[in-house]
């Protein structure tokens, strides 16, 4: 088999509904997208924006109840680990990103 030098590309593809889905093509020799320790199992995805690097994009849910189990700790002191330690933490402009799968339905509403 052929090496056309893609080695260091990653392929993503996410179903964008029931019959499509959408492919990318990632250079992650180039990009280098940043990881948080030990939440690896926590990554939903890459999030792309124009003129920016590819970053992980990490499950805020997922990253607080692992944060709740492996350190025994309630929720609220949990937030304050992940606010404090993981979103408060500016690596460059690799940094991941969170999801917030659940959003306020008044944050998403505008009127003009």
């Known amino acids: 088999m052929q090496n056309f030098g893609m080695e260091n590309f990653q392929f993503s593809v996410q179903k964008t509904n029931n ?17 948080v320790d030990g939440f690896d199992d926590c990554i939903v995805g890459l999030v792309e924006r124009f003129g920016m690097d590819p970053v992980f994009c990490y499950d805020k849910q997922k990253i607080v109840a692992k ?30 990103c969170f999801l917030t799968r659940e959003v306020d339905c008044c944050l998403v509403h505008h009127e003009d």
């Open 67 to 96: 944060i709740m189990t492996e350190e025994g700790i309630h929720f609220e002191q949990a937030i304050e680990h992940f606010e404090y330690n993981i979103v408060g933490s500016w690596v460059g402009k690799g940094t991941p």
């Open 19 to 35: 019959k499509q889905l959408k492919f990318g093509l990632i250079n992650m020799e180039e990009h280098k997208p940043l990881k």
